[in-house]
């Protein structure tokens, strides 16, 4: 097949040698007439050809510039397109011409960034074209070496009202061409800016304020460009909107090595936020203590979290600090209390007829703790839910067979009824159960009362096939 295909590439090759120019021109030309994708590569290298940086532009505002949707089916032409522009600015670029291949980028990347406003983008063609731009972008301005101030201020304006990324991170990616004078310019615009966003604090709502966000991330990458915890520290401060922000201020502090004012900010970060308890803080503040060396305090913190909410979620945390401190001993039952007295509590107030407390948040514990009689006396006295329940009759079933059979046999009943592939197959492996905790003749019989029972479910009664077949 490829033999063929050279063998046919050489026939036309031969053929187009053959022709003379006029006879070869018509040809692309009635070609082009029907092939969009011809057209717009030759309407840009003859462009590009006439070194005119005018034509130029308006073959690339063709090329990459769609009012309309681009569509999946659109996008291969589409791509073909920027290709070709991708191709010629680099041969500006490689020709030395350096200015116009910066201008020519600038120029293609907002002609990309119009059309992604219309575009579907779904295997991601339009950020490998960005990308390649943004690079070309780089590399003639690392030639260049272009007046700083001027390209620090078209980077910054660009980075802050993008919404495609575009130059994402310049004041890293260009620090080496924009230099001491340049990311000087950069953080002047950036301070200015800064000083008028308004200051968040906790529980404000600021969904959809990207410029905030902008904003701040480029004073934030200036500030670790530049090594400053403290300006770090200082840009943190004026965003308290949340839990995290104090965790990652007083992370901050730490690196300074000022863990008092670390203890500081994540106290005030509980306090802003006591109505919706963050573990993040406590177990952070826990940590600091118990760096420290202060093992009481530690605990106490990572104890006034778990009462927050007492329940099995908060319990391995509360374990696994106590078993490092040598403490659990002395804190496992307070625990097992606290869960107890928060279940009875929640029951006392229950007053919805749809849901009713129980006990699933113990029988958890006990199943974490391989205590599966304890989990089995728990969830029959006080209950539990189906799925935690049929975790404790697995745990207890070889040593008392009896009792699991039984609701292993009403599960698989009610799983069979709901008549779908995945019920179907966990019925099955709850018969498989039932085989392996009986004798050879029990099995068969409850097997032939479940085949007279679901005889209409076939796909139920393949998968029993199956099970038989690999007795």
């Known amino acids: 097949m490829k033999t063929g295909s050279k063998d046919s590439r050489k026939a036309i090759r031969g053929y187009l040698e053959s022709l003379d120019k ?55 032409a589409y791509a073909k397109g920027a290709g070709e522009v991708i191709v010629q600015i680099q041969n500006v670029l490689v020709d030395g011409d ?3 291949a910066i201008h020519l980028t600038e120029f293609a990347l907002r002609a990309v960034e119009h059309t992604l406003k219309s575009c579907y983008d779904l295997d991601r063609r339009m950020s490998e074209i960005l990308g390649k731009l943004q690079a070309i972008h780089l590399e003639a301005c690392e030639e260049l070496q272009p007046e700083p101030e001027s390209l620090a201020k078209r980077l910054f304006e660009w980075e802050l009202e993008t919404e495609w990324e575009v130059f994402y991170g310049a004041t890293s990616t260009y620090a080496h061409v924009l230099g001491e004078q340049g990311l000087a310019e950069y953080r002047r615009l950036a301070r200015a800016l800064w000083a008028e966003m308004p200051q968040r604090n906790p529980g404000d709502n600021h969904s959809g304020e990207s410029h905030w966000y902008r904003v701040t991330r480029i004073m934030t990458e200036l500030a670790e460009a530049a090594g400053s915890l403290e300006e770090l520290a200082e840009i943190q401060k004026k965003d308290l909107s949340n839990e995290f922000c104090y965790l990652r201020l007083a ?26 308890p963050d573990g993040r803080l406590y177990h952070y503040l826990a940590d600091l203590h118990e760096q420290d060396g202060d093992n009481d305090r530690s605990m106490e913190i990572e104890w006034a979290f778990f009462c927050k909410e007492p329940g099995f979620s908060l319990y391995p945390a509360l374990e696994e600090r106590a078993e490092r401190l040598g403490q659990w001993e002395m804190w496992r039952p307070k625990a097992i209390q606290a869960i107890r007295q928060s279940i009875s509590d929640r029951k006392s107030k229950h007053t919805s007829p749809y849901f009713r407390p129980d006990s699933t948040d113990l029988v958890r514990v006990y ?26 009759v697995v745990k207890r079933e070889a040593l008392h067979p009896e009792e699991s059979i039984p609701i292993y046999k009403k599960h698989i009943d009610n799983l069979v009824d709901e008549a779908n592939t995945a019920s179907y197959e966990r019925a099955a492996s709850y018969v498989e159960r039932i085989r392996n905790l009986t004798l050879k003749a029990e099995y ?3 097997v032939a009362s479940l085949r007279a029972k679901f005889k209409s479910k076939r796909n139920f009664m393949t998968l029993l096939d199956s099970l038989d077949s690999r007795v």
């Open 22 to 76: 006029n006879d070869l021109v018509e040809l692309l030309l009635e070609r082009s007439a029907r092939d969009a994708i011809l057209r717009r590569a030759l309407e840009i290298r003859a462009a590009a050809s006439t070194k005119n940086t005018s034509k130029l532009e308006k073959a690339i505002d063709r090329a990459l510039r769609s009012s309309t949707h681009v569509d999946h089916k659109r996008m291969p």
């Open 98 to 100: 350096p200015a116009s």
């Open 367 to 392: 199943l974490y703790e391989d205590d599966a009689e304890a989990a089995w006396v728990e969830a029959t006295q006080g209950g539990c839910s189906n799925d935690v329940f049929l975790q404790v």
């Open 444 to 446: 068969e019989s409850y």
């Open 251 to 276: 992370k901050i502090y730490e690196q300074m090595e000022r863990r008092d004012l670390a203890i500081e900010w994540v106290r005030r970060g509980i306090e802003a936020f006591k109505g919706r």
